[in-house]
């Protein structure tokens, strides 16, 4: 069903809006804003004289990172270097207690970056956390610093043809088209350095759906971490072109929801409303519809570990990319809060994850819909001088 016939089932008698209004209200509600940055990359030329850094970082600012926070900052003040920074004002506190997966998000950061690099030329020399490892959290200190060295035997990287094209599909996927395990072994060649791993037999995708979707249900039915996402929600063209980070709901259906009442976010933190029953109903398709799963783990779990996982984490997504397969992370069960204790130590068994590694990444897999670039910020404003 089209978006606007559904938004016009949902309406039902109440609202009367002109059919032929709502197709041209429709189309005016695209936050076409917010997904400037891709174009911005698309337009640049690996080939132009321009500089380097500003190239790479162009195509750094896509990765795909944890409730599209996009915690990176970029310091240019030496000609060819890049001393990145992590935003200390963009944390998970609730869902992500010890910036791991922000961490992971600054290393898909970084990979997209050296991979952009080798396009013009330039092999990115990664140090990373120069003056330390931060923890328990992240700090001020640089997470990495970079410096872009022309080289002519670089490599370009052909999953870097992939980079406009990787989003994360959030859409119900094709219950009849089984994902084949040997696609997923081409896929874990692209993988650098984590133990990458995936199910796609009958009963073990359907024991892992089921373990996720209960992973996720804590995860809204508990306040504060269901909170943290309400609040990072960007419902509508206006909010999400004024803030593009975070869940954007976009649309002309969350758009009308939202005229409508439906979209109150102090109702839906609520877990006896309708619209948090509804919420959880539409959510769940996305489980019943995995068809297959893939998890990357990684024997530490150091931040240099992390970083690591999320080099090969956007890899994996180039390849599941290129392989004409559609991804979404499903990570309530590996975060690290006491209400998910229970599942986190379930999603270890299930996986067959030993003591000694961490679950760095749990996604499904399937064939889905083609779907638009998520929102970002412009590159200008993730650069600070000295
Ligand atoms: C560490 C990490 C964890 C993530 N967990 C989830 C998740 O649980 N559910 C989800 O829908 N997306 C998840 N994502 C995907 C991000 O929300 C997504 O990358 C971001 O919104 C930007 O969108 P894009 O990947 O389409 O560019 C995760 C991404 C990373 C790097």
Request: hydrophobic share 45%; proline share 6%; charged share 25%.
């Given at each position: 069903?089209?978006?606007?016939?559904?938004?016009?089932?949902?309406?039902?008698?109440?609202?009367?809006?002109?059919?032929?209004?709502?197709?041209?209200?429709?189309?005016?509600?695209?936050?076409?804003?917010?997904?400037?940055?891709?174009?911005?990359?698309?337009?640049?030329?690996?080939?132009?004289?321009?500089?380097?850094?500003?190239?790479?970082?162009?195509?750094?600012?896509?990765?795909?990172?944890?409730?599209?926070?996009?915690?990176?900052?970029?310091?240019?003040?030496?000609?060819?270097?890049?001393?990145?920074?992590?935003?200390?004002?963009?944390?998970?506190?609730?869902?992500?207690?010890?910036?791991?997966?922000?961490?992971?998000?600054?290393?898909?950061?970084?990979?997209?970056?050296?991979?952009?690099?080798?396009?013009?030329?330039?092999?990115?020399?990664?140090?990373?956390?120069?003056?330390?490892?931060?923890?328990?959290?992240?700090?001020?200190?640089?997470?990495?610093?970079?410096?872009?060295?022309?080289?002519?035997?670089?490599?370009?990287?052909?999953?870097?043809?992939q980079v406009f094209l990787r989003?994360?599909?959030?859409?119900?996927?094709?219950?009849?088209?089984?994902?084949?395990?040997?696609?997923?072994?081409?896929?874990?060649?692209?993988?650098?350095?984590?133990?990458?791993?995936h199910a796609t037999g009958t009963?073990?995708?359907?024991?892992?759906?089921?373990?996720?979707?209960?992973?996720?249900?804590?995860?809204?039915?508990?306040?504060?971490?269901?909170?943290?996402?309400?609040?990072?929600?960007?419902?509508?063209?206006?909010?999400?072109?004024?803030?593009?980070?975070?869940?954007?709901?976009?649309?002309?259906?969350?758009?009308?929801?939202?005229?409508?009442?439906?979209?109150?976010?102090?109702?839906?933190?609520?877990?006896?409303?309708?619209?948090?029953?509804?919420?959880?109903?539409?959510?769940?398709?996305?489980?019943?519809?995995?068809?297959?799963?893939?998890?990357?783990?990684?024997?530490?779990?150091?931040?240099?570990?992390?970083?690591?996982?999320?080099?090969?984490?956007?890899?994996?997504?180039?390849?599941?990319?290129?392989?004409?397969?559609?991804?979404?992370?499903?990570?309530?069960?590996?975060?690290?809060?006491?209400?998910?204790?229970?599942?986190?130590?379930?999603?270890?068994?299930?996986?067959?994850?030993?003591?000694?590694?961490?679950?760095?990444?749990?996604?499904?897999?399937?064939?889905?819909?083609?779907?638009?670039?998520?929102?970002?910020?412009?590159?200008?404003?993730?650069?600070?001088?000295?």
């Amino acid at each position: 069903m089209t978006s606007r016939r559904k938004f016009m089932t949902i309406l039902g008698g109440g609202v009367i809006l002109a059919a032929g209004g709502i197709g041209a209200w429709a189309t005016s509600r695209d936050p076409a804003d917010a997904r400037k940055p891709w174009e911005a990359a698309k337009a640049l030329d690996a080939g132009a004289s321009g500089d380097p850094r500003i190239f790479a970082l162009s195509h750094a600012i896509l990765a795909p990172n944890p409730h599209n926070r996009q915690p990176w900052v970029a310091e240019l003040s030496t000609p060819g270097e890049i001393t990145l920074y992590f935003d200390t004002a963009r944390r998970l506190p609730e869902t992500d207690p010890y910036d791991r997966q922000l961490t992971i998000g600054l290393g898909c950061f970084i990979e997209l970056l050296a991979m952009a690099a080798a396009e013009t030329g330039h092999r990115a020399e990664v140090s990373l956390f120069p003056q330390g490892e931060p923890q328990p959290l992240l700090d001020e200190r640089p997470v990495a610093h970079i410096r872009l060295i022309a080289d002519s035997t670089v490599e370009r990287d052909p999953l870097f043809a992939q980079v406009f094209l990787r989003h994360t599909n959030r859409e119900a996927y094709d219950t009849a088209r089984p994902v084949a395990a040997a696609t997923l072994d081409d896929i874990a060649a692209a993988v650098r350095t984590a133990r990458i791993a995936h199910a796609t037999g009958t009963e073990e995708v359907a024991a892992l759906r089921a373990l996720s979707w209960e992973a996720m249900e804590i995860e809204l039915r508990t306040y504060r971490t269901m909170k943290e996402s309400v609040d990072l929600m960007r419902i509508g063209k206006a909010e999400i072109e004024a803030n593009p980070d975070g869940i954007s709901l976009g649309g002309p259906l969350m758009e009308g929801l939202s005229l409508v009442g439906m979209m109150d976010r102090q109702a839906m933190l609520d877990t006896e409303t309708m619209v948090f029953k509804q919420g959880l109903e539409a959510q769940k398709v996305q489980f019943d519809t995995a068809m297959g799963f893939l998890w990357l783990a990684t024997p530490g779990n150091s931040r240099a570990d992390q970083i690591a996982a999320g080099r090969d984490y956007v890899r994996m997504h180039l390849a599941v990319t290129e392989a004409g397969l559609a991804l979404q992370p499903f990570s309530q069960a590996l975060q690290e809060y006491d209400e998910m204790a229970g599942k986190y130590a379930d999603m270890r068994a299930a996986l067959r994850i030993s003591d000694n590694e961490t679950l760095q990444m749990f996604v499904r897999l399937g064939y889905g819909p083609q779907i638009r670039p998520a929102p970002r910020w412009p590159l200008t404003t993730r650069i600070r001088s000295a």
